[in-house]
């Protein structure tokens, strides 16, 4: 189940980095882009590295 979820996320933390990709492509740097980009390695690093303990016994 956990790797279920983890790989749910990875799609979905990839999809939106791509979307901001193509905004930051289209756009160039903004501030909402390099919030975007922050608020995404937050997600990454908190979700993703939750994900990925494993459970206490």
Not at 24 to 44: D, K, M, P, S, Y
């Given at each position: 189940?956990?790797?279920?979820?983890?790989?749910i996320?990875?799609?979905?933390i990839t999809?939106?980095?791509v979307?901001?990709g193509?905004?930051?492509?289209?756009n160039g740097v903004?501030v909402v882009g390099?919030l975007?980009?922050?608020?995404?390695?937050?997600?990454?690093?908190?979700?993703?590295?939750?994900?990925r303990?494993p459970?206490?016994?």
């Amino acid at each position: 189940m956990r790797v279920a979820v983890l790989t749910i996320v990875l799609l979905f933390i990839t999809g939106l980095g791509v979307l901001t990709g193509l905004d930051l492509a289209r756009n160039g740097v903004t501030v909402v882009g390099i919030l975007a980009i922050l608020i995404l390695v937050l997600f990454l690093v908190g979700i993703v590295g939750a994900l990925r303990q494993p459970p206490r016994e």
